[in-house]
């Protein structure tokens, strides 16, 4: 909740005129107590998971033969029960197990100094954020997720998300409850590390979500504009992971490259590369 009482008293306080989207946050955000702008965080994974997978579900749906070269697994093609079961399981993960997890965590992100005050934050200073969050829940689940591919890791937690390996928009936030709240660690470690506005953290919790239904969407695009980002990993280099399946020692990152390559888990990825290219 902001400490002013007018728009006039934010501006006398401040020592500025407030821009045009500090006006309306002010005009939002004046009588809303913190905790509850938190909880939007449910809004905003709910309502990305729910509309982003929609464009890639509708071209299986019912453009599948024109997009056909597209399809990194064309053998494979879902029906729409088999989409809406994906999502119905989802949702039931996402009211029982991310929403009390955002419900409670709350405490914590007051304590690392989330911030909802004024002024917000600049273009620069939102931009530098977020990649400092890819680059830390990049790194971070590379380590978590090669130890979900260790045998107990695998047969107790992680065998849950390879049920799709040909995987589909829909479900990328398919995994056991377990992984849910495991792999929760890296996405809020960036924020906790070096706390941002709580407009920044929605942004950065919407992003994280969309990349990864990108990443598990099964289409390789050439047009899509994630192939401009350096190092990023995209459709292809994730679905060879799940195609591979429980035996799969290569591309464990789950934004870019670097970690595999680094570490030589895309070994694998690379002689399956060099193997297509020949034939």
Known sequence: MLPYDSLEGAELALGWNLTVAERLWFSYSAHKSDYILYTHNCLFVFLVFSLVPLPWALVELYWFDAVDRFKLQPRVKRSFPELFKCYKDVLHQFIFVVAPLIAVSFPVLEWVGIRTSLPLPTKWEVISQLIVYFLVEDYTNYWIHRFLHSEWGYE????????????????????????????????????????????????????????????????????????????????????????????????????????????????GYRRHKQAVKKA
């Open 156 to 267: 107790k937690i992680h065998y849950m998300h390879h049920e799709y390996n040909a995987p589909i928009g829909f479900a990328a936030p398919y995994a056991h409850w377990a992984e849910i709240l495991i792999l929760g660690i890296p996405t809020f470690l960036g924020p906790a590390m070096v706390p941002c506005h709580m407009t920044t953290l929605w942004l950065w919790s919407s992003l994280r979500q969309v990349e990864a239904i990108e990443t598990h969407s099964g289409y390789n695009f050439p047009w899509s504009p994630t192939k401009l980002i350096p190092y990023y990993g995209g459709p292809e280099y994730h679905d060879f992971h799940h195609f591979v399946g429980r035996q799969c020692q290569s591309n464990f990152a789950s934004i870019f490259t670097y970690c595999d390559y680094l570490y030589g888990t895309d070994k």
